[in-house]
């Protein structure tokens, strides 16, 4: 579906895209003061249902983001679970969706500022393309722009201005030659990728920078977590320096868009044996699995779109 045509929620009502204007001079846009969520959806074609992953989780984070910028979200998590079902519905997707729940400072004055700042939510939902096209495990560096700390922008909040940090260290990369660029914290330790939290894995067990390291507390990163220790596989959140990077096993990025991505190389030293790793591959794996609804015990994750429209359904 072409994006302006699509319908999306603003302004407290369904509309289409192309009616949905946000002002030049709006806070959000001027200063960044916003913040965001990025929800997927998966088709599965056998069932013709699209699953939502971990609606509630992502809503209840976005509401951890709209507290640090003083703003409010409109609706409670059940209405917002319920609007983002609508939402998917009206537009009739049959493919895999990426939704973009967005809150942000809609003043159009001049000064920077929070307090005293009305604000506007929307959601917009398009079909999701594949964040990266590649299946052997990703080239990474160590970026040179350190992860924002929560002394300067809050990485643990989701807010727009703070992609700035991002699109710098993934430029840099990318005009590197390279994927995707891992972040230092402040002090010198891993901190997370552009868009993705990171994961070694060493002697069989996991670790993952702790929640203190500038990261945002990703909802892929649990998912792989619990999927990980119900494998029998011990996961561990702590401090990382850069150098256990170059001697892990192997090395991979969990995103809502990206998914569970394995890192073949970084800074130009393979990672384990190159290439996606056993542990990686197994965790996507079962991941990808979960996410279509073809995991029973995970199948609490996922919220149909169409379950509840059908002819006789209750
Ligand atoms: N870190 C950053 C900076 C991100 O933008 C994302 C994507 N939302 C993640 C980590 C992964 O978070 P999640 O698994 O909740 O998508």
Sequence with gaps: ????????????????????????????????????????GFWNAEERELYLLHLREHF????LSTNV???????????????????????????????????YKAGE???????????????VAVPYRRYYEIDDGIKACVSSWRRTDDTSIPARA????NYVNSALAKSEAQ????????????DGHVSEGSADNLFLVRDKMLHTPDASQNVLEGITRNTIATIARAEGLEVRERTIDRSELYGADEVFVTGTAAGVIGIASIDHRTVGAGGVGPVTRKLGE?????????????????????????????
């Excluded at 989701?158 to 201005?161: A, E, F, L, N, S």
């Excluded at 030659?177 to 230092?184: H, K, N, P, R, V």
């Design 175 to 186: 005009l590197n030659g390279f994927d995707e660029a891992i972040m230092l914290s402040h």
């Design 69 to 103: 910028l003083m703003m409010k979200l409109p609706h409670d998590t059940d209405e917002l679970v319920r609007l983002t079902i609508e939402l998917c519905a009206r537009n009739g997707f049959e493919e895999n969706v990426y939704i973009r729940p967005v809150a």
């Design 286 to 314: 079962i991941y990808n699995e979960a996410c279509f609804g073809r995991v029973p015990s995970y199948k609490k994750w996922l919220t149909p779109t169409y379950a509840d429209r059908r002819v006789g359904a209750a």
């Design 109 to 123: 004055d001049v000064g920077v500022r929070l307090a005293g700042v009305p604000d506007a939510f929307a959601i």
């Design 60 to 63: 209840e984070r976005m509401r």
């Design 1 to 40: 579906m072409e994006l302006y045509a699509s319908t999306v929620w603003a302004n407290g009502g369904f509309r289409s895209y192309a009616d949905a204007r946000v002002g030049l001079m709006t806070h959000g846009l001027q200063y960044g003061t916003g913040c965001f969520e990025g929800i997927r």
């Design 158 to 161: 989701k807010i727009t201005g």
